[in-house]
């Protein structure tokens, strides 16, 4: 699982750090992520960007760039029509806090990957599959699949598939093996989620 987001931390560094409105490029997916993994490899090569403007860039561009309400219900499943109104509201944040706190403070580990885009097919105009390779130059790399939803009028992604697994549904089976554990109760998930984020900050704030 590490190393699944390992990866998917790469995807992210080159796909979306300054998060382009879909518009503003074009109304095409495949080049809506060309755009979007050219200002992102631009970005990643400015030394000059700090911790804690990369964390914040990180933050943008997952407001921006992903369905984040979408995917949050997704990734709690059934456990969502559970939960109370505090209860969905409490894990939205903190699901967005600890992306940021696991990636946020890794965003300057750019060592030259490229992604090419290897295809696309497009369902009523409204679900897209964006198909790219990322690697190094010259070397094979790894396939990334990108799913994009449009939603007002904006191409925004919900789910990144690396040599056929999606993350989405990894992130899924990891909470509802955290519920599990606690009796069931989605109040469990929250705690674990209040005491990583809470960890990973102190380490951040440490090593800067």
């Not at 699982?1 to 503003?24: D, H």
């Not at 943008?60 to 949050?72: A, E, H, N, V």
């Not at 369902?123 to 390779?133: F, I, N």
Request: include cysteine; aromatic fraction near 6%; charged fraction near 20%.
């Amino acid at each position: 699982m590490l190393t699944q987001f390992r990866l998917l931390l790469s995807c992210l560094c080159l796909g979306l750090l300054l998060a382009l409105p879909a518009k503003a490029a074009d109304d095409d997916p495949a080049q809506v992520m060309r755009v979007l993994a050219d200002r992102a490899i631009a970005a990643l090569s400015d030394e000059s960007l700090n911790p804690a403007r990369r964390q914040q860039a990180f933050r943008q561009l997952l407001r921006q760039g992903f369905d984040l309400p979408l995917i949050s219900r997704f990734v709690l499943g059934r456990h969502w029509r559970r939960a109370d109104t505090a209860q969905r509201q409490e894990f939205s944040q903190l699901f967005e806090d600890y992306l940021v706190a696991i990636y946020g403070r890794r965003l300057g580990r750019y060592s030259g990957q490229t992604m090419q885009i290897t295809g696309q097919t497009v369902r009523d105009g409204k679900d897209a599959l964006v198909r790219s390779r990322i690697g190094q130059p010259g070397a094979a790399g790894f396939l990334v699949d990108w799913r994009l939803m449009r939603r007002q009028g904006d191409w925004r992604v919900v789910d990144i598939v690396i040599e056929g697994v999606s993350m989405a549904l990894a992130q899924r089976s990891e909470f509802a093996a955290v519920i599990r554990t606690s009796g069931g109760q989605v109040a469990g998930l929250l705690g674990v989620l209040r005491q990583k984020t809470q960890t990973l900050q102190v380490a951040h704030h440490a090593a800067q």
